[in-house]
């Protein structure tokens, strides 16, 4: 007993020492430990007395350790490829060669002996051998094939349609392994600058689909590799088509609608709904996917430029809708758009907040979906310059959900009221304790807001400049665009040079787009990239410009020029992922 502990004391100390002396680059003092603990344990030894007597270019005696350790048992490839290895450091390739096909010629059918000699070819970097070694391994085990280890070593050697063959003949042969091959995927795809996989990808799963149409699973992944791209009309038309086979009944393509407008991509969002109130009244999704289609109308119409022509087609459109669908607490988020349709788009306010009175009185609507419709209020109130009560109706909020996110926008919102009065200090003061109560949760817009304010009061404690701004904002959000962009103008002109200059250009720049005068929202932006290159505003006056160019103009070479100035100017910008994308799309890498 007290010999035992004396070697496991001894053993131990071996192990230190050797270390030690690893760890300090004196690799000769560090063999001497590693061969007397090599001798008590060889299998935890080996590899770094290996390492540090190929360190020390003692190759005889390394060439003995690893023969010696090859007659120890089992694994015997793996020690052909550290022969081999050794052989090629001291330069001899032709004996390192052999070693190498010994390794993989005389293979067991063992699947640890398989991977322990793949993945010393792989972390020597022999991509190649180790590839040959899955290959040779799957004829031996047939029950394990190495897919996802060959797939990775073709995505390693760049063979990237030999790499996407090998992923869908795994998931052919086992769907279960669907999602398994699609999170391996998606990674490579967020990778895939030049989008060659996404291109590669789609085109062999368009031909899986002409070879084998019974196979859905193809189509699935299709319909996946389209949303991963966020190529939502190639969704759509998917979505469409594996309805129509499954009898899905539309659950996938209301889904998709749902993604698409969190998405804004409104028109195809507008094109699934429709789809599934196409099936008729007694289609279980109907009256959902009609709430949802016109919501999704709205939001396309006055996220751009629209002519009243087009809002009075919208209201008709809301009106029939509520005279078939009723005036109830499942329709009642209809009856929020046409309420803001009707007070902020088509100047009827008095009825806007009359439609949003009205839904606040229902007694089914949750306690929750009534702050978010009294909130709504709160915004027409101002648009009625009834401020007062907006602030008494935000304050309420505020007050019943004083922990909820629903209370802290409240909260912001009544600060946003503030500082349209020139309130600015109590803003602030609203705004700070938002940021300290909860930093992640607080809205970009609010932070914005707090940003803007601390910019424009300088050391001087001038606020002319932002008074006049703040008033300026009120009267846009009252959709006085005219009055709005007359006392912008006076801004520049009492206060030139100034910081906010570039504020003041951005939000003409947004009142002009609405308006539709395209060319004076590209020149305002473009005078912020032009003056303000590294302000907070730079990078997203310079995607708003392609996004003109792109939907507004049609003028697809200046939008993918402007995308690509942006992705070489801006590379950390917030909007880079989708700059990029829409260049792709616009240079064509997309095939539909």
Known sequence: MLLSLFTSAQGLNNLDLARQYESTGEFDKAAVYYEKQYNIDPFGTYEPYLKCLKQIKDYKEAEKLIKKQAKRGAGAGKYN???????????????????????????????????????????????????????????????????????ELYGRKGETQKMIDEYLDIMTENTMFQANVQSVLQYKLSQDSDSNLANLLRLSLLRKIQREPSQLIYSEFLYWLFMQEKD????????????????????????LGEICISNQAWTVAEKCFDYIVAKGSNHPLYIRAKIAMLSAAFEKTTDSHYTQTEL?????????????????????????????????????????????????????????????????????????????????????VDKDFKHDAIGREAKFRNARLSYYLGEFEWAEAQLSVLKQATSQLISNDALDLALLISDNIGDDSITEPLQIYSRAELLAFQHKNDLALQTLDSILVLYPGRKITANVWFKQAGIYLTKGDF????????????????????DDALFRIGGIYENNLKDTEKAKSTYEQFIDKYPSSVFIAEARRHYRLLRGDKIN
């Open 81 to 151: 490829v550290d022969l081999g290895l050794l052989y090629e450091l001291e330069g001899d390739n032709e004996k390192a060669k052999k070693q190498f096909e010994t390794a993989i010629k005389n293979l067991h059918p063992d699947v640890g002996d398989i991977y322990a000699v793949a993945n010393s070819f792989i972390m020597n970097g022999k991509p190649d051998l180790a590839l040959e070694t899955f290959l040779k391994g799957r004829s031996l085990v047939p029950d394990n094939n190495f897919g996802f280890d060959i797939a």
């Open 232 to 255: 939502f009309e190639s969704a759509y038309i998917q979505a469409k088509a594996l309805d129509k086979k499954t009898g899905d009944t539309g659950n996938r393509i209301y889904s």
């Open 312 to 396: 009075l087609a919208l209201e008709k459109q809301f009106t029939e809708a509520l005279q078939e669908l009723g005036k109830n607490s499942i329709t009642a988020p209809l009856m929020v758009k046409h309420a803001q349709l009707e007070a902020f788009y088509l100047d009827k306010v008095a009825e806007g907040r009359k439609i949003l009175e009205e839904v606040i009185a229902m007694p089914a609507l949750s306690p929750n979906y009534i702050a978010e419709v009294k909130l709504e209020l709160g915004d027409i109130m101002i648009l009625d310059s009834d401020l007062w009560e907006a602030s008494l109706t935000y304050s309420q």
């Open 519 to 538: 060319e004076k929202a590209i020149t305002l932006y473009s005078d912020i990239v032009k003056n303000y290159a590294d302000g907070v505003l730079a």
